[in-house]
């Protein structure tokens, strides 16, 4: 060991690291002002839900409830309550079982409300795992006992038990447990009972109240301490179960305000505030956002007064600032509420303009960057040696796509805190803009906090707050200007400029002539090779207040001190140019209407492929030293020309920790791909660290999402490729990207922040492209827009569709045409528009009523284990730049029992068996007027095939149909040259298209031209269905004497109307409901038939009229339609029937496979017929006799067969026994039928295992159709009879907990 080494360990951990609050000034500014750490603020933390159990947030550093609310905006929590009656203490629970009540409880209405939630409904995916584990583990081994009891035996029982147990572990899905839920008034509030352990036992419950009011706090599950908390809504018919979503929303609140008494160090940033915890993120859709949460959560800011809100959540928006809820957030809550909104940036960096929604692309919002400092180095991430601090490489950045700076300000981004209990985690490690958020949202309680205490009679407006962090941050490595919260300095700047009212008016920035955007940004070739000139207008926004409203000024003087305010509104501005190339007037006056000015814009001269910023200050020219009261950003991406080769080489770039080198290329017109190939030199010293780099490319395209046309890859540059002596071996890494001609596209390396040494790279890139340009039957998809697509209209038969390459010469063209989706659209069958009646469902804006468009479609499947996804493209994909304020659908089955749910995004749901299935969507939104367009919208459902379709392609018409014509100067596809075209023919009508195609709907896949070109999108329209083949008559002469002799003689009008009325008198016997008229009927038909064929459907007819239920219950299900007499009478009826119908049955077996003629056809046809009612005969026999061989014909089906004599003739059970033995002789001893009418014998004979095997599989493959619904619920009694017989208790009491999960009693409300 080197002597002069150090090996003592440090004498304390740098614990001020793990929340970072040095870099901000947090820290010292608590110090400085301990009374100022957040008290009397309120932050509302929109997230996944604060647990009820996380240490640090159960109270505040003065002893208040540090959550003074607990809210589920989702609905995900919701449980539909409805009124029950108590008796002897007890109640019938919405899931059917029987509820004791706790005698202490006090009820003084006498009113009693019951309703049921499924339990996985309630938690997020880890505690649901980890319960499914648990229960899996309990009930394999009551399975493994059962199982080990079937095997125990032997013989054809014995072994028809082992197989059934089998089977029913094979099919074993754990689908949890359902809660049932008790809820009453106790004189002063709702409280509500949970049966959390399923047993029914409410004895010595706890009812809890409202949190809110109460503070309670339940527990849903012990082991997995996981809690729970209880709002209810609309005078007690809706419970509200509360519990969170996943840990995110957890650890945000920790950041935010976490306060621990014996661990300062571990606090978070304002332990003296207080939370109100508003759950964004639906359970029911994997903790998304959802636009009815968004809505109930802006409302419950207002509620509860919170001065700050702080969202760490979003996605990307394909148009900046607009949407629904964005709007009402901007002018509600931030700007007539005074609440200052923070949202992250999000973690799509390192390139430009990637940027979620809403933070960094919503006015009025505050987005904030994350952060890496040295402290957090220090204590988090385990590093050796330190890098220099900076932004995160993954943290997104600006500016928008309407050219606003997009990033505001930057906070740490990452923190170990508090985390939920369920996690078993006390603390944790998270890093994104998702901890930079509640960062600044602490900093700006600090604030706010101080404000209240020394200037409490003062306003403190959101955009007030906003300037003081934003004015006042630290310079850090951000292109457009934003720099790192510094805490103090903010306080400072606030109290300087305390007295100015100017201080509360933000400024509005519109560039008129680009479509309304906030900044300048000059992105495309186009948009830089001239100088530009711009008229920028500009407007003052003025803060309102919340009573300040029509209906709640009374005397008007609210609106007068605001309409005062904008009177006597006025800035005399001065403009400044931070870039050169810039040119702006000296002065602006600005008064209340706002003002216009003119901007020169010269970015000819600038260096292309980089990256060139600036911005427009303007300053109050009586108050310049405040810093610009608002700026216009410039943004500049001159795109490199890669010139005639559509390629470039970017050279070798060099790279240090957290280095990032951005390239803007111009992509040719006509490109479709590009490859870009990254090298690494083999020059990399041996005791150089390898590092992680990012590649991310983006391309903007108007009004789509940043994500649509981008990719972002990691490159590990160093492991495993050092050579034996020294140095390493060179990598090569290859990227590929579908392009978009004629948009820039972003080429951004970045060494990621943590990785040390530098590294050097060497990156060359290179396009290609074979676009469609028209053809015959064939038309361009989206005609116009820039991503290239086909249409194929299988009408045509074959289909010609021209390519060209326009930007350089493609090699080796192989057309591969696949479809491997189909597309239906489906018709609503209900529709409705109404005014949602629910107390949280009013427009924050109006106090009205929120409106909901409510659909239905039927969707069917043809086959089992289906995907299939579903889109409504008016509204769906969309969340905050959304014109509707929510979109969800869910689907059902047959069952009625919810398989999915999707909101604001569709995505591919898999439905496990071939049936019916009804999708419920629902559209919100504040005016009915504009839902109504909406009614008849189609729902698209597109299924993937389970065979793709495959088109196949020639380059010439001919080929297409023969070989015989020779072309030796055809087009083969070796080479195109720039500029050139050719063309693809499509052989449409040899394409086996399924056969469950429809005309109208469309078959989905893409086209594949070379192995370079990116694939085109590719659809073909089903053409109109084929016209049944005509059999073509041969002349008389031809045909000969037996096949004239074969046609039947035509009938006369008189013989046809008695066939009609003959057939209306049969279908009449089943519809009777006077017996006697029913019998005279059954005579008069029986008396005019004058063949065999006539008397059995007339039998058949009554044998339906006796056993109606046949198909669909067991014989003991009805017992007063097959009790005494009617069974007696049954087996009388079915006997004549099996005597009229045993020859002709036995004629259909012969016609199996040899009928040939028409006549022979036609002999098949009646004796097939007669197949039916000898077997509908022998069913109802068996079912009759089962009734008649019991002690009694009504006892349960529990009762033995009883071996006596019926009146004189041979004994019942034999004669069911023998009648069962044809049964199985004739019919499928598997079809439902035949097994409900064969169980009584087998459970008779104790043949459990026998009966019990085809039941389990029938009901394993049946389809989920409304048709058969009566079919299964029979099935599965009687599988559950079965059960019990053979005291298989594990399975009798899995199938009796599933029931109300795979059986609810209704549609669960969206």
Not at 315 to 341: D, I, K, L, Y
Request: charged fraction near 25%; include cysteine.
């Amino acid at each position: 060991m080197d002597a002069g080494l150090d090996t003592t360990p440090r004498t304390e951990y740098p614990a001020a690291g793990l929340q970072p609050r040095a870099d901000t000034q947090a820290a010292e500014f608590v110090r400085k002002y301990p009374e100022y750490d957040g008290r009397g603020v309120v932050v509302a933390v929109l997230d996944t839900g604060i647990d009820a159990g996380a240490k640090g947030l159960q109270t505040t550093s003065t002893g208040q409830r540090k959550v003074v609310d607990y809210v589920d905006c989702t609905g995900a929590g919701d449980v539909g309550l409805q009124d029950v009656e108590a008796t002897d203490n007890t109640v019938r629970g919405a899931s059917g079982r029987t509820l004791r009540l706790n005698a202490a409880w006090t009820n003084p209405t006498g009113v009693w409300r019951v309703g049921s939630k499924r339990l996985y409904d309630l938690v997020p995916a880890d505690v649901r795992a980890r319960m499914v584990a648990e229960r899996d583990g309990r009930f394999s081994k009551r399975a493994a006992a059962v199982r080990d009891a079937a095997r125990a035996g032997s013989g054809e029982e014995s072994e028809a038990r082992a197989a059934a147990a089998a089977a029913l572990e094979a099919a074993y899905v754990d689908g949890g447990s359902v809660v049932d839920c008790v809820v009453f008034h106790d004189g002063s509030q709702w409280r509500a009972a949970l049966d959390t352990d399923g047993s029914g036992d409410l004895t010595q419950a706890e009812a809890l109240g409202a949190y809110k009011r109460t503070g309670d706090v339940g527990l849903l599950s012990r082991r997995q301490l996981f809690y729970y908390t209880l709002n209810f809504y609309d005078e007690g018919r809706t419970l509200s179960i509360v519990t969170c979503a996943g840990s995110h929303g957890t650890h945000v609140a920790g950041i935010v305000a976490a306060w621990h008494a014996d661990d300062a160090a571990a606090c978070g940033v304002a332990p003296g505030a207080q939370l109100v915890s508003l759950t964004i993120g639906d359970h029911r859709a994997g903790s998304m956002e959802t636009g009815t949460g968004l809505a109930r959560a802006a409302a419950a800011i207002v509620e509860h007064g919170a001065r700050v809100a702080n969202m760490s959540y979003g996605e990307p928006s394909a148009t900046p600032n607009a949407g629904q809820w964005v709007q009402a957030v901007a002018q509600e809550v931030v700007r007539r509420h005074g609440c200052a909104f923070v949202a992250s940036a999000g973690n799509e960096g390192p390139a430009l303009t990637t940027l979620g929604a809403p933070g960094g692309t919503t006015s009025g919002i505050i987005s904030v960057g994350a952060y890496v400092g040295l402290e957090q180095m220090a204590a988090e991430y385990g590093m050796y040696a330190r890098v220099r601090d900076g932004v995160f490489t993954w943290s997104s950045r600006g500016p928008t796509a309407d050219g606003a700076r997009g990033v505001d300000v930057y906070a740490p981004g990452s923190a170990v805190t508090s985390f939920p209990a369920y996690t078993r985690e006390r603390r944790h490690l998270s890093n994104g803009t998702s901890m930079s958020a509640p960062s600044l949202s602490g900093v700006l309680a600090l604030l706010a906090s101080a404000w209240l205490r020394e200037l409490p009679d003062a306003r403190l407006t959101p955009h007030r707050l906003r300037a003081a962090v934003t004015r006042t941050a630290k310079p850090i490595s951000d292109a457009h200007g934003a720099g790192l919260v510094q805490t103090d300095a903010a306080w400072q700047f606030l109290k300087a400029q305390a007295a100015r009212a100017a201080e509360d008016v933000a400024y509005s920035v519109r560039v008129d002539d680009t479509r309304g955007m906030r900044g300048i940004y000059l992105r495309n070739a186009e948009d830089s090779a001239r100088v530009r000139f711009f008229k920028v207008a500009v407007a003052p926004v003025f803060p309102t207040a919340a009573d300040a409203r029509l209906e709640d000024d009374a005397d008007g003087s609210r609106g007068q001190q605001e309409s005062q305010a904008q009177f006597d509104f006025e800035q005399r501005v001065l403009l400044v140019a931070r870039a050169p190339w810039l040119a702006v007037p000296e002065s602006l006056y600005v008064g209340s209407a706002g003002a216009p000015f003119s901007v020169r814009v010269d970015a000819t001269q600038l260096e292309p492929g980089r990256l060139h910023t600036a911005s427009i200050d303007a300053y109050d020219s009586r108050n310049v030293d405040r810093g610009p009261i608002f700026s216009v950003p410039v943004t500049v991406t001159k795109p490199l020309d890669v010139g005639a080769a559509a390629a470039a080489d970017l050279g070798t770039l060099s790279f240090g920790p957290a280095d990032i080198v951005r390239r803007f290329i111009a992509v040719p017109r006509g490109a479709t791909s590009v490859e870009i190939v990254v090298r690494t030199p083999n020059t990399l010293p041996q005791d150089a660290a390898p590092a992680l780099f990012y590649v991310h490319c983006v391309q903007l395209v108007p009004d789509t999402r940043f994500k649509r046309h981008h990719v972002r890859q990691r490159i590990d540059l160093g492991h495993k490729s050092y050579g034996a002596e020294g140095g390493a071996s060179e990598q090569k890494h290859v990227v590929t990207l579908a392009v978009v001609g004629g948009a820039t596209l972003e080429v951004c390396l970045a060494q990621f922040w943590s990785q040390l040494d530098r590294h050097d790279l060497h990156v060359r890139m290179s396009f290609a492209g074979l676009v469609p340009v028209a053809g015959a039957g064939a038309e361009l998809a989206d005609a116009g827009a820039l991503e290239p697509g086909l249409v194929l209209h299988a009408a045509h038969a074959v289909v010609r569709a021209d390519f060209a390459a326009p930007m350089r010469a493609e090699h080796g063209i192989k057309p591969a045409a696949t479809l491997n989706a189909l597309r239906r659209a489906l018709r609503p069958h209900t529709s409705r528009v109404a005014p949602l009646q629910g107390e949280r469902d009013t427009c924050l804006a109006t106090g009205q009523a929120m409106y909901a468009l409510d659909l239905e479609y039927r969707l069917d499947t043809w086959a089992d284990s289906t995907e299939v996804r579903l889109r409504l493209p008016a509204v769906d994909t969309q969340i905050y730049e959304a014109w509707a304020e929510d979109f969800a659908l869910s689907v059902f089955d047959a069952n009625k029992r919810r398989l999915a749910t999707q909101i604001g995004y569709t995505d591919k749901i898999t439905l496990r068996l071939r049936g019916d299935y009804l999708v419920r969507v629902r559209i919100r939104h504040r005016r009915a007027k504009d839902l109504d367009a909406l009614k008849d919208v189609p729902l698209l459902a597109e299924f993937k095939l389970p065979t793709p379709v495959t088109v196949a392609t020639k380059f010439d018409l001919a080929s297409v149909f023969t070989t015989t014509v020779a072309n030796p100067g055809a087009y083969r596809g070796e080479f195109v040259p720039r500029g050139g075209r050719f063309a693809v023919f499509f052989d449409v009508l040899g394409a086996k298209l399924p056969t469950d195609a429809k005309p109208g709907d469309v078959l989905c896949g893409s086209l594949s031209l070379n192995g370079r070109s990116s694939n085109l999108a590719l659809e073909l329209v089903v053409p109109p269905a084929k016209i049944e083949q005509l059999k073509t008559e041969q002349p008389k002469a031809e045909q000969t004497k037996a096949e004239q002799s074969e046609k039947a003689p035509s009938k006369s009008d008189v013989d046809q109307l008695e066939e009609a009325l003959r057939k209306v008198r049969l279908d009449h016997i089943a519809k009777a409901t006077d017996a006697a008229v029913r019998t005279r009927l059954i005579d008069e038909l029986l008396a005019s038939s004058s063949t065999d064929e006539q008397r059995a459907e007339v039998l058949h007819a009554q044998l339906n009229a006796l056993d109606p239920a046949r198909e669909s219950a067991l014989p003991w299900a009805d017992p007063a339609r097959l009790g005494e007499p009617a069974a007696r009478t049954a087996v009388a009826v079915a006997d004549q029937l099996i005597a009229l119908t045993r020859a002709p049955a036995l004629t259909a077996r012969l016609f199996e496979k040899s009928a040939q003629s028409a006549a022979e056809k036609e002999q098949k046809k009646h004796a097939d017929g007669a197949r039916t009612q000898l077997i509908a005969a022998l069913t109802t026999k068996c079912r009759a006799l089962s009734q008649l061989a019991r002690d009694d014909a009504t006892s349960e089906e529990s009762a033995e067969l009883v071996d006596h004599d019926d009146e004189g003739s041979e004994p019942v059970a034999r004669r069911y026994e023998q009648a069962a033995q044809e049964l199985r002789q004739w019919g499928d001893a598997a079809a439902p039928a035949a097994l409900m009418a064969l169980v009584p014998l087998q459970i008779a004979q104790k043949q459990y295992g026998r009966a019990l095997q085809p039941v389990l599989a029938w009901l394993g493959k049946a389809p989920l159709t409304a048709a058969n619904a009566a079919q299964r619920a029979a099935m599965a009694d009687l599988r559950d009879v079965l059960l019990e017989k053979l005291e298989w208790t594990a399975w009798s009491d899995y199938f009796r907990e599933m029931a109300p999960i795979t059986h609810p009693a209704d549609y669960e409300p969206l």
